[in-house]
């Protein structure tokens, strides 16, 4: 019981966002949920250290990955584990839950166990892509993205495995789902990932320039006349206004996709339903404060909805969830610049079969040998 109480009070410590995200749910669904998020805030913590070498933040991805898939005798080193995130900075926050992942463990042991292997599968390729991305930019003073195709494959293992897991999670929670519905669940679970993280790395291209990160594709700057450093350091706002706006293109294509997985959720199942649009809105929100935002790269910026924005969304959407048509006249009212009646579509086929090409295995298997 104070394992669990732990997890309930660090949550909103670590992510005020989520946490009141999640408190519309009950149950099983809302524990599982819950100690997923601190697993995956966890080795998040672990990426975004800003003193850590590459090779340190490998190994404890991945031994944090090999830590989720043992099922006995997990507890020494679980224990030597905790010893070496010591090194690990972060917030104050982030930092009490890495000393205290016993306590998730223990909590995470009292999941039902269909809930354990989506997150297991969920958090392990998460940990692994990670460290896939940090092996890949080892060599390089700033971590690139090359292009659209290597954005979604890293925000794949960051945001779309959570998309996945949340979707199976659901259709195991909903009676009587048709097969059509979990088809446009399945297919859309990923973009929805996809969606939000995009949104996120839009509105903070300034403070992951100062980490030493570069989400934005190196194509989209191109394509516009920049060079990396000319985007970075603002030097045409018009261009990087172009740049940004390919980028918002692509997000808008990930968040309407984002929106039919909603209307597949039955309307019975309101709690749900709300868990999801309660961020899809607070991201279209986002964009549309980003479109044509020239503050946007300026080193002081903080680009994002107000409280009395996020409020709105909260106050008036539970009363509209279970219309449909009332829904997507809402989703519409939020963004409407022409520049977003044909976002970027979003094939997630073409990304599956380049994600089995990637040799993530190889970096697991380095590991144990060494």
């Known amino acids: 019981m104070e394992d669990w109480k732990y997890c309930v009070e660090t949550l909103p410590k670590v992510s005020r966002t989520f946490a009141l995200n999640i408190s519309v749910l009950k149950g099983n669904i809302h524990k599982s949920i819950l100690v997923a998020y601190l697993f995956c805030r966890a080795i998040d913590t672990v990426e975004d250290a800003t003193k850590l070498e590459s090779p340190h933040k490998i190994e404890l991805l991945l031994d944090f990955a090999s830590l989720l898939k043992k099922t006995t005798a997990r507890e020494h080193s679980l224990n030597q584990w905790i010893k070496n995130i010591t090194v690990v900075d972060g917030s104050p926050s982030d930092l009490d839950l890495l000393r205290n992942t016993q306590k998730v463990f223990n909590v995470f042991e009292s999941v039902k166990n269909s809930h354990k292997q989506h997150i297991i599968s969920s958090v392990c390729k998460m940990a ?17 993205i090359e292009n659209a195709e290597e954005l979604e494959e890293y925000c794949y293992f ?3 495995v959570v998309g996945e897991m949340l979707c199976n999670l ?5 009676s009587g789902l048709s097969t059509v519905n979990k088809k446009i669940m399945r297919n859309t679970a990923v973009s929805f990932g996809l969606g939000l993280q995009i949104t996120n790395i839009s509105k903070d291209i300034v403070a992951d320039r100062g980490r030493g990160w570069s989400y934005v594709p190196l194509s989209y700057i191109e ?3 920049l060079s990396f450093e000319e985007f970075h350091a603002g030097k045409s706002t018009e261009k990087d206004l172009k740049v940004l706006q390919s980028l918002l293109n692509k997000t808008v294509g990930h968040l309407n996709d984002a929106f039919d997985f909603i209307l597949a959720i039955p309307k019975s199942y309101m709690r749900i339903r709300l868990f999801c649009i309660w961020p899809l ?3 279209m929100k986002t964009v549309a404060e980003l479109h044509n935002n020239h503050d946007l790269l300026k080193s002081n910026a903080n680009v994002k909805i107000s409280r009395k924005a996020v409020k709105q969304i909260l106050r008036r959407t539970p009363f509209i969830c279970w219309s449909d048509s009332l829904l997507r006249r809402s989703f519409k009212k939020i963004l409407k610049h022409k520049e977003f009646t044909e976002p970027e579509h979003f094939d997630l086929e073409k990304l599956k079969q380049r994600l089995n090409k990637l040799a993530l295995d190889d970096i697991s298997h380095k590991h144990q040998e060494a």
């Open 158 to 160: 960051v945001a779309g």
């Open 223 to 225: 394509a516009n006349g």
């Open 281 to 283: 809105w607070m991201a």
């Open 170 to 174: 659901f259709i195991e929670e909903i």
């Open 128 to 144: 692994q892509g990670m460290a896939y991305f940090q092996k890949k930019n080892n060599s390089k003073q700033t971590n690139l």
